[in-house]
């Protein structure tokens, strides 16, 4: 199992970015692939975007243009770059990493409001 880390939420007005930052307890090599979930209030999980070990990335059509998933395999650390945020991003993100297991990360708030 993988113990993943996450970093970066917080307040941000409309059109503001942040990133995410999801830090690996493993080599990642070793991952078959990884990515970002959200939730919202009520809601089950929803992919946001995701990347494979060789780069490959699939991305949501809500966030297709304004979110960009990269992963460092040297740093054993993942990333989602969010720009032009709406409101409807709010919802706590998730990482996960892909093994013979899925792990996910503790999550972290976004809040997009003016």
């Known amino acids: 199992q993988v113990q993943l880390v996450e970093s970066g939420g917080g307040l941000v007005q409309p059109g503001g970015s942040l990133r995410l930052s999801c830090a690996a307890s493993?080599?990642?090599?070793?991952?078959?692939?990884m990515g970002w979930y959200r939730q919202f209030p009520g809601k089950q999980r929803e992919l946001v975007a995701s990347?494979?070990?060789?780069?490959?990335?699939n991305y949501a059509d809500s966030v297709k243009g304004r979110f960009t998933i990269s992963r460092d395999n040297a740093k054993n650390t993942m990333y989602l770059q969010m720009i032009s945020l709406k409101p409807e991003d709010t919802a706590v993100y998730y990482c996960?990493?892909?093994?013979?297991?899925?792990?996910w990360g503790q999550g972290t708030q976004v809040t997009v409001s003016s």
């Open positions: 990347i494979t070990t060789g780069g490959i990335t």
């Open positions: 493993r080599r990642a090599f070793t991952i078959y692939d």
């Open positions: 996960y990493a892909n093994t013979a297991l899925t792990s």
